[in-house]
């Protein structure tokens, strides 16, 4: 299982340093979408330097005008980006060729995209090499969930068979004993993971902790 941090709601200053502590124990590292619209593409910029050879995304959750907001990231460093499900197929189709012209990855975020948008998109698109379908649980849907049956129920109940063979991604609030429990039956899944760290009174030894549960040796078929 690989793991991304997402760095998001945080001062510029801080999302930087953090990114230099926790990437050496990361797959990924995450520019979330506040932070790029707080601090434009020097947030992007930045943490690509901090980071180091460990790969940036920009999670701009692209809407329409694909090409420029991707080619903004790519020019920042950032060596993949996000396009919401729920925007047009023209937009989505357009992602997916531009990320493949620049070798870069896609990211499809599933945020309240229903399954049979879900099944259009991926008949379209089909299992494209360098394209990752994320389910997606937004933080306002998180903070109810919390007064609910909680975040983790409703975060991995988002995957299921749709998901078999395909390069998925998963987020949602996730915590340590989320990515022990998936880690068995999802060993190609990337988890993402924010809060856990970011507001984590020791960021370094959470995410060493996260790391050694993506390493759970797998009990189940990917």
């Known amino acids: 299982m690989e793991l991304q941090i997402a760095l998001d709601r945080l001062p510029l200053d801080r999302a930087v340093a953090l990114a230099a502590l926790v990437a050496p124990h990361a797959d990924w590292i995450e520019v979330g979408t506040s932070l790029i619209k707080r601090y434009g593409v020097a947030a992007i910029r930045a943490v690509v330097d901090a980071a180091g050879p460990v790969p940036v995304l920009a999670d701009t959750k692209t809407a329409d005008d694909a090409s420029t907001e991707f080619e903004m990231c790519f020019e920042a460093g950032a060596r993949a ?11 989505v189709r357009a992602a997916v060729a ?43 849907a ?20 749709w998901a078999r063979g395909l390069r998925t991604a998963l987020g949602g609030g996730l915590r340590t004993a989320d990515l022990a429990a998936l880690a068995p039956a999802w060993p190609h899944l990337r988890a993402i993971v924010g ?8 960021p370094l030894a959470a995410v060493i902790e996260l790391r050694a549960a993506t390493e759970r040796p797998s009990e189940g078929t990917p």
Not at 142 to 161: I, K, S
């Open 81 to 91: 980006v996000t396009v919401l499900g729920l925007t047009s197929d023209a937009t």
């Open 98 to 140: 531009i990320t493949a012209g620049r070798g870069a990855e896609l990211v499809v975020d599933l945020l309240s995209v229903r399954p049979p948008r879900r099944a259009d998109l991926l008949a379209s698109i089909g299992p494209a090499p360098h394209v990752l379908w994320a389910p997606h649980v937004g933080k306002d």
């Open 142 to 161: 998180q903070q109810e969930d919390q007064e609910a049956r909680g975040t983790a129920a409703r975060v991995t109940g988002e995957l299921g068979p």
């Open 195 to 202: 809060g856990a760290v970011t507001s984590a009174p020791d």
